[in-house]
């Protein structure tokens, strides 16, 4: 697949507390060819233990060129222009092989798997940095790999009443990073951060799940327990970050309790905690500078982000559809964000990824669904939440050591989702689409309302095995995501202007 596009268009005004203003557009357009290739082969070796292989080849190549114009606050003086060309090529192959052993039970199963992936980020960086008073090159490299294997063991045994499922995983992730910097005239860039860094991190877990079921009841309780252990290390000449680690034991446990009151109406409880871990970038030290005036960098000594969700629901049922309402508390710890802070004497910007305390979501989501006839069907989804942000305190380390406090936040927010689908005669279908984002606080700041409405179209050719369709996202081109940052000595107001709205038509067939 081959596109071009604008893969950003960011409007950013930076207004400082000693009252300088600079106003600036990041505006980056990006032409891409992306290949993916797929295979995969199942062996029977008999009626009870069956193999599946399967393997994924994906490269991704594209080049961006940005500008970005620095004015003052009426835009009568340009006082910088960087001008940049990436060149970045992604890789990704990943093969998986399971094996599955049925016994003589129907539904008892025995599986093992395992699957290794491998992704890599290439790029090159050439900037110009246009200055009132001269003209520099820069140039940087990075090479990024992330090596990802995972062994699963699964075992469900049937029961009477229910069934009992249990297990065990092990996960290794390895990320090696380079990054090379060569400076030009005056450079911006930070020499004595760039180098090499490998993020190590094993996971092994082992998990346990029971299911009851009768007439009127139905219970699931499990428990997962994971090890983590993380090793970071540094290149010695890195002038912020030092080789570091960490390792933890978490429990992961769950409950759902279900109560049917007839056939059609049914009262639940669920509970579950989970984890979500850093992205690799949000983990990679060097600073990137995309932007120079607001660059971006990782924190090796991020943690994962934990929540608790409780929710309370009853499901009604009809015919032709149903009702679902629920309300739900959400309790986050080390949320994982980004915080923005200024070096002293200096109006350079770093946004740094960071644990900012704990917080929580409670609110109530209803879930409608209808099928009004043979020709239309839709689904509403409505939620409204508080969301309370906790005081936290931080310590940007990069690049130098700056400290951050926030008080604590509240809002009432939500969302709202349609989705619509007409069946016409012919096997022409029509998919209408629309959502709501409500105003909502973030760390650091509070982020816009914001809509979009999505139509697709598709008809089914070939008796049924050819299907021609035709869509459009963000149809009237709404979705612009409007942020306002404020820290010690700052404050940021953007606007997002990313190319949502997209056409795509094309022809798909099943063989």
Known sequence: MSQKLVNKNDFIRRIYDDGTVIQQQYQENRTQLVITAKAGVDWAINDNNTFTFSALYGREAHIDRGDLPYFNNDFTERR?????????????????????????QLGHYLNASFSYTFLRE???????????TFTGRDTFKLLADQHVSDLNVDYIKPLR????????????????TDMQFFPGLNSPLDVNADGWANYKELIPALYGNYIFESKY???EAGLRVEYVNVDYEVTPNHNTY???????????????????INDRNKLSLFYNRRVDRPDEQD?????????????????????????????????????????????????????LTRIFTLPPNSTIINSIAQNAGDGSNTGVELVFNQEVSKLFSFNINLNGYQNVINS?????TYPVRISFSADRQQNYSGNAKFNGIFHTPKQVDIQLTGIYLAPDITPQGRI????????????????GKGELFFNVSDLFNTMRIKKDIKSDGFRILSSDLYETQVARVGYSYKF
């Open 122 to 132: 290439d790029e090159q960086y050439w900037m110009t940095n246009f200055m009132p």
């Open 217 to 219: 009841f139905e219970i």
């Open 80 to 104: 910088r222009l960087w001008q940049f060309y990436e060149d970045e090529v992604n890789y990704t192959g990943s093969g998986s092989a399971i094996y599955q052993h049925k016994f003589k």
């Open 392 to 396: 936290f305190s931080i310590e940007n």
């Open 242 to 260: 030092k080789s570091d680690g960490y390792n933890y034991f978490q429990p992961f446990p769950n409950l759902r309790l279900a109560y049917l």
């Open 283 to 335: 983990l990679r030290i060097f600073p990137k500078y995309d932007d120079p005036e607001i660059v971006k960098t990782g924190n090796p000594t991020l943690r994962p982000q934990f929540t608790q969700t409780v929710e309370l629901g009853y499901k009604t049922s009809w015919e032709s559809g149903y009702f679902y309402s629920a309300i739900y508390n959400r309790l986050i710890d080390n949320i």
């Open 448 to 463: 816009d309302s914001r809509y979009s409405i999505d139509i697709g179209i598709k008809k089914g050719i070939q008796k």
């Open 161 to 176: 009443t229910g069934r009992v499922e249990a297990g065990a995983k092990f996960r290794r992730r390895y990320i090696p």
